[in-house]
């Protein structure tokens, strides 16, 4: 008897729509940091008392993501710093995406529950995070899309997280049940691709707590994936709620860390 692939992720639009081609020029380079054989750093040349921390997609590094960490190092001057979660392995292939067969989106699902369990990635996240306070940051923030927004979500919440500032942009897998231990402020910018419901859910959680003051909320009349790998930054509403987003990002951050 066959025994079925679980089901990780059920967000349609996650699982369906491709990344988009960008030409742009990442400003950063890559360095060995935080447990991590491969990270992407933009901004200043040394590690300043405020950092950010961006977890990408489940396509991996695509310049469309490192155009925003550029954005975001260039505007509130500081090291935005992002790791290579799949270095062991690698994203998902193009080729198979979006899956068309049965076969492939079994495959796509193995995916999320090996080598990008959040889970697990969490946990990497979470060791990430005291490695850039160990090394004198004070203030550190962290950004997830997609995949990223549950890594990102479920590292913020840990008891002892190192992290003081989180945001899910379009996070796929959107639970509430994993802010209800949040103690630092959040920024939820999902798409209307993702559950309404459960971003209410957040909002009113979030509305009794301390950290209320500093987060921010808001839906983005637009797809899943726009900031990110999926971004098609030739058109020019996404360009702008591209750019919109990243400006809320930044001020986000500047908010809550008083940078």
Known sequence: MSTATPIHNTNVACCTIPPVHSNYEPKGTFKSYGGFKKVYVTGPETLGQSAIVCVYDIFGFKPQTQQGADIIADNLKVQVLMPDFFEDGEPYPLENFPPKTDEDKAKLQAFFGGIALPPKNGERLLAFGKTLKDDGVKFLGVYGFCW????????????????????????????AAD????????????????PESEFNKIVEIIKSKPIAAKSDFKIWDTFHGFAAARANLDDEDNNAKYKELYQSLIKFFKNAGDI
């Open 148 to 175: 990223g927004g549950k890594v990102t979500i479920l590292a913020g919440s840990q008891s002892g997280s190192s992290y003081d500032a989180v945001s899910l942009v379009h996070p796929a897998m959107l639970s």
């Open 179 to 194: 802010s209800e231990n949040l103690a630092v402020p959040i920024a939820l910018y999902p798409s209307k691709d993702e």
